[in-house]
């Protein structure tokens, strides 16, 4: 069992920033990815970045790629969603996801809303 917990979400003005962690908890001790998807309404949920655990390999949707920086923290099981220059479009529920020993796990996910 692997429970992941968001926290950092917020309202900001168009061009700030916010800071989204999302630690694991439970058997975490063979993850080998954490990352975030985030979901608008009306939309699909959609990927933004993730991180390969082992490798430190980090990947990014194009729509985030210069503005977004994914990193971890191993000895806390915890990933980081840096989000700057922000836009009212990134307004989403942001969800971290992690997967474990082959399965998916998901957060509650964070709003995270971005005003002009």
């Known amino acids: 069992q692997v429970q992941l917990v968001e926290s950092g979400g917020g309202s900001v003005q168009a061009g700030g920033s916010l800071r989204l962690s999302c630690a694991a908890s439970g058997r975490t001790f063979s993850i080998y990815s954490m990352g975030w998807y985030r979901q608008a309404p009306g939309k699909e949920r959609e990927f933004v970045a993730s991180?390969?655990?082992?490798?430190?390999?980090?990947y990014y949707a194009d729509s985030v790629k210069d503005r977004f920086t994914i990193s971890r923290d191993n000895t806390k099981n915890t990933v980081y969603l840096q989000l700057n220059s922000l836009k009212p479009e990134d307004t989403a529920i942001y969800y971290c996801?992690?997967?474990?020993?082959?399965?998916?796990?998901w957060g509650q996910g964070t709003q995270v809303t971005v005003s002009s």
């Open positions: 991180f390969g655990w082992s490798g430190g390999s980090t």
């Open positions: 996801n992690g997967v474990v020993r082959g399965l998916d796990y």
